[in-house]
């Protein structure tokens, strides 16, 4: 009790220091503060970059130019038909503006959430732009048959509606049938990053949803590699999953996709690495730095 009273006393740490400076010498000492500023900070930089930054999806949406394609796309929020090249689309919810509308789609229309305070998850319909094809769950029908912004899609299930549907389908969403690999919204847990000049999120925690063979899947690609396959590749697991489950290496380091298995340990997690050799060397030889179990599981198309 007396030596923890000590430590708070002013006089004596006034002491210390005045004892502290004339055996070091001034330069030393400011050296030995430097040094531990550095360290700190040091420190923290390292502990920061083996968390996962994660988009702010409440802000905007995850914009890519609209490509060449056999479908037609329209803007979500005046209906105007999209040339090829001139609109954008968002990967994750599937929502499409022309230039003029951007900022509005990004005010009106709500992206994908990969955060969720609800236990109970509720489609997210996004109106239009829907695949060729798209059967309606509700009356086994074609959706889409007239040009122009028709029909619904929901961003989690994938499940496609006609407008005249929609009032017969359910509130809740059960994820689909991908829904044993995604990471619901409300298990996962984020922080904001304090003090740094762009405002990420941080993934914190994940909880385990709890339901059976639930083995999530993180998706690790480099968008810049292989003619932009990579960024084709991570742009339709967003789609199909929560896009913090998408791990972009020219932005992050393997050990940041990593981190997804020591956060729902003991639960396995699955790893798919879309890239070459180089890349997936590097994410093995990171997982035996942070001492993970790995089970090798390498699948090679059949020529
Ligand atoms: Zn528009
Ligand atoms: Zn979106
Ligand atoms: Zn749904
Ligand atoms: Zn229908």
Redesign the pocket.
């Known amino acids: 009790m007396a030596t923890f009273s000590k430590f708070f006393n002013t006089n004596t740490n006034i002491t210390m220091l005045d004892d502290l400076i004339p055996s070091m010498g001034l330069p030393a000492f400011i050296s030995a503060i430097v040094l531990c500023c550095v360290g700190f900070y040091l420190i923290r930089k390292l502990s920061v970059d083996t968390k996962i930054p994660v988009r702010d999806s409440s802000k905007n949406?995850?914009w890519s130019t609209i490509e060449v394609s056999s479908k037609a796309w329209y803007c979500s929020i005046c209906d105007m038909f999209l040339v090829t090249g001139i609109g954008v689309f968002?990967d994750?919810?599937g929502?499409c503006a022309c230039p003029e509308d951007v900022k509005k789609a990004n005010l009106k229309l709500p992206?994908?959430a990969i955060v969720s305070t609800n236990d109970v998850q509720l489609h997210h319909w996004v109106k239009g732009n829907l695949p060729l094809g798209t059967i309606c769950y509700i009356c086994d029908e074609e959706c889409c048959l007239e040009p122009g912004l028709n029909d619904f899609q929901c961003c989690w299930c994938q499940r496609t509606v006609h407008t005249e549907c929609l009032d017969k389908m359910g509130q809740v969403c059960d994820f689909g049938s991908f829904r044993n690999m995604i990471v619901p919204p409300s298990c996962v847990q984020v922080a904001r990053r304090k003090g740094a000049l762009n405002k990420h999120l941080l993934l914190r925690a994940v909880k385990d949803p709890g339901w059976e063979n639930w083995t999530p899947l993180v998706v690790i690609g480099n968008k810049k590699s292989g003619n932009s396959d990579g960024a084709q590749v991570l742009s339709e697991f967003r789609k199909y999953l929560n896009p913090v489950q998408v791990i972009d290496l020219s932005e992050r380091k393997p050990q940041a996709a990593l981190q997804w298995c020591v956060l729902l340990a003991p639960r396995p997690v699955k790893l798919l690495i879309a890239g070459g050799d180089g890349t997936v060397a590097w994410v093995m030889t990171s997982s035996y730095k942070m001492d993970l179990d790995v089970r090798n599981q390498a699948y090679k198309k059949k020529i």
């Open positions: 949406h995850n968002c994750c919810c929502v992206c994908k």
